[in-house]
């Protein structure tokens, strides 16, 4: 298995920044990083994902380390439906198709 | 488009008898998958397919069968329950962007399933 590791939860105000982590140390180089969240009592759903260079979409910005053995999901202006489980996940190219890793994730919580 | 639908939402069954969970989508995906997940934990792979006709065992199939008839549905038996069983059950699918990777995964809303 792919293995990652984050925080068990992690707090914000709403309107403020969110930096979630995540370690992969035993990344390879054709491994993808996914982010999926998942809101109470709903199926996760997808975030953002990247191979080397940072990325951006319109729900966050995933940065990625140099040696890629860590990275950060960021969220500009946490909001109160921001809060979730959020799941660090590694997609290791070429294994058996489709298969991921949830883990336990970080509970996030913000406050008002 | 309706995304990935599950049916039923909530289901009490006694130990031993057997149901299908439903799951249809409507996005022309090639991939489908089950997870169950446990109170506090993550998700768990029970079963997958890559396309009609074409199903494998994930990490916990025990207790469960599949079969992918057509692009669209993918249910998921229960042969005959277990206390063990409980748990919320969510189906998903996605697109292949090639011959080893998808594309992202859209969940449906959960199966909540309670064996006494």
């Known amino acids: 298995d792919a293995k990652t590791t984050q925080p068990n939860s992690m707090e914000s105000n709403e309107e403020e920044p969110v930096h979630l982590p995540c370690n992969h140390s035993t990344i390879s180089g054709t491994d993808y990083i996914h982010w999926y969240r998942q809101l109470p009592s709903q199926g996760p759903e997808y975030v953002i994902h990247g191979l080397t260079s940072n990325v951006n979409n319109r729900m966050a910005s995933l940065a990625i380390a140099e040696d890629r053995k860590s990275s950060t999901l960021i969220l500009h202006r946490a909001t109160l439906r921001d809060a979730a489980v959020y799941y660090c996940?590694?997609?290791?190219?070429?294994?058996?198709?489709?298969?991921?890793?949830f883990g336990r994730g970080t509970q996030l919580t913000v406050w008002p | 488009n309706a995304g990935v639908t599950q049916t039923p939402k909530f289901q009490v069954l006694k130990t031993g008898q057997s149901m299908t969970l439903q799951c249809a989508q409507d996005m022309n995906h090639e991939y489908m998958s089950w997870y169950r997940q446990d109170p506090g934990m993550g998700l768990r792979l029970i079963h997958y397919s890559v396309g009609a006709g074409i199903t494998d065992q994930g990490e916990v199939p025990n207790g469960y069968n599949v079969s992918r008839s057509t692009t669209e549905d993918f249910p998921l038996r229960l042969l005959s329950a277990a206390p063990s069983q409980t748990s919320v059950y969510f189906c998903a699918s996605a697109g292949k962007r090639d011959a080893t990777t998808l594309y992202e995964q859209y969940f449906g809303p959960g199966t909540r399933l309670t064996v006494t």
């Open positions: 996940i590694l997609i290791v190219r070429g294994s058996t198709l489709g298969r991921l890793y």
